[in-house]
């Protein structure tokens, strides 16, 4: 590796480091499930983990100011009837947020920003299509509304969560796939499958429009995850069970542009890509390390930075949206570990000296506002995400609802039991609000006659006691 090319990066001195014990969150029972899953979720609002339950699936949401130990009775979201494989924060509401799980459904979720009292158990909407569990639940990175969940049928469906209604189903998959990456502006989305094959489809024509065979010889699982640049950065196995990333050209995919051997392990790698700054951090199951690296047009393309070590091997890992940095402290990364019973915060920093706004390490970066409407995408509109600066930090909004529309899936389905005291009378029938009142004076009647009745009998017993009678 040239040590010219690595010296002019302005990343070459990042640095990790692991939040105070008081910043962690302590006493998380994490998901035991065989899935190879991050388990975890973060946005500037959120902390999503997915952790142990019994009868059914549950998964953990905190406000990321709600540090320390989590009390064993906090509510939890418990909607799902098999456990919870996947979860995924909507890029365009902080509060909104995608589930899929063993139940073979995937469920959108209204998250408050206040502590809920009580278990959350009704989803916005549930998305039914999908005949065996759901691993895979992916928003679109600019248009509205759109999910995209995969499933272990082999299936690929494009939902518009506005309406519970599915837009698109591929199944170009032969075998179980592993991971779904969307391009920058959603065109695209490129998949790793079980047969060995790195795909990349275009989902409004509904074809594989490009695929390689291999781009990692072994037979372990793969990652794939578009760049900014429209190149495909894997990870997968040699045949000799060593890890190993590629870099990949889709319109070109005979040769790599880079491929690089990392060591033998058996944890699969998890990248996670930093469009801004054109990093990549991989964090393997099993792992004590994170390593990061840059991607840039000059040879050798993948340049190793460096590794952040610990002590304790991770369960899964959360990656916070640039939205979400400390910009007064230089952070150009934050990652969410998760040990067997507890998530810690990890700070990725460049070393300024100054304290002012550093515009290089900042470029302006993708907003909360969707650049593209459902229809307008489905029509082959696309939009690069909205972006904003940085520059006086960012404060996330206040809640915003997701509305449905009424032409929903969930009007055909009979509804969800729901308490009394959480009904809204607005939405009730006429007829039905109408013998729901004749029901309560009925009730307010035969109470009144029976407090009448023990006043009575109250007289008469203290005549009895006095001897008056």
Same mark, same amino acid.
């Given at each position: ?242 890890? =190993?990333?590629?870099? %990949?050209?889709?319109?070109?995919? $005979?040769? /790599? !542009?880079?491929?690089?051997?990392? *060591? ?108 593209? =409407?459902?229809?307008? %995408?489905?029509?082959?509109?696309? $939009?690069? /995400? !909205?972006?904003?600066?940085?520059? *006086? ?77």
């Amino acid at each position: 590796m040239s040590r010219s090319i690595v010296r002019q990066s302005k990343f070459r001195h990042v640095f990790g480091q692991a939040a105070k014990a008081e910043q962690s969150y302590d006493d998380i029972r994490v998901s035991k499930v065989t899935w190879d899953s991050s388990f975890c979720a973060v946005n500037p609002k959120f902390l999503a983990v997915i952790v142990e339950s019994s009868g059914g699936g549950a998964f953990l949401v905190l406000p990321l100011s709600k540090v320390g130990r989590v009390d064993k009775n906090y509510p939890l979201v418990i909607g799902h009837s098999g456990p919870v494989l996947d979860i995924d924060w909507c890029p365009h509401n902080d509060n909104i947020l995608a589930s899929g799980s063993e139940d073979t459904t995937a469920m959108v979720w209204q998250i408050p920003d206040h502590t809920p009292c009580r278990p959350i158990s009704e989803p916005i909407v549930v998305l039914e299509g999908h005949s065996k569990r759901v691993g895979i639940v992916k928003w679109h990175p600019t248009a509205r509304n759109i999910l995209l969940t995969a499933g272990s049928d082999n299936l690929i469906i494009i939902w518009n969560v506005g309406t519970g209604e599915p837009l698109i189903s591929m199944d170009d998959h032969p075998d179980l796939i592993y991971n779904v990456s969307w391009n920058y502006n959603g065109s695209l989305f490129c998949t790793t499958c079980k047969d060995r094959r790195l795909r990349v489809c275009d989902p409004r024509k509904r074809e594989v429009v490009a695929e390689r065979m291999s781009p990692h010889e072994g037979i372990r699982p793969m990652r794939a995850i578009f760049t900014r640049e429209g190149n495909i950065f894997t990870t997968g196995f040699t045949r000799m069970s060593q890890r =190993e990333l590629g870099l %990949w050209d889709p319109t070109n995919f $005979e040769e /790599p !542009i880079a491929l690089l051997e990392l *060591d033998t392990s058996n944890g699969v790698l998890l990248p996670y890509y930093d469009p801004d700054t054109s990093m990549v951090y991989l964090c393997g199951k099993g792992d004590s390390s994170i390593r990061y690296f840059e991607i840039t047009e000059e040879p050798p393309y993948v340049h190793y930075l460096n590794t952040f070590s610990s002590k304790e091997p991770q369960r899964g890992m959360g990656f916070m949206p640039k939205r979400g940095m400390d910009v007064s402290k230089c952070e150009i990364a934050r990652l969410f570990k998760l040990h067997e019973r507890k998530c810690e915060p990890i700070i990725m920093t460049v070393p300024r000296k100054s304290d002012l706004f550093q515009d290089d390490l900042y470029p302006d970066t993708a907003g909360p506002d969707p650049a593209l =409407e459902p229809e307008e %995408w489905l029509d082959g509109r696309d $939009e690069d /995400p !909205i972006l904003i600066s940085l520059r *006086d930090g960012y404060v996330p909004p206040k809640s915003r609802e997701l509305k449905v529309a009424k032409k929903n899936v969930l009007d055909s389905r009979p509804a969800p039991r729901r308490s009394l005291s959480s009904v809204d009378g607005s939405s009730l029938p006429p007829q039905l609000l109408e013998k729901l009142v004749e029901e309560i004076q009925s009730l307010k009647a035969t109470v009144l006659s029976q407090e009448k009745r023990i006043c009575d009998l109250e007289n008469k017993l203290s005549k009895y006691t006095n001897g008056t009678v």
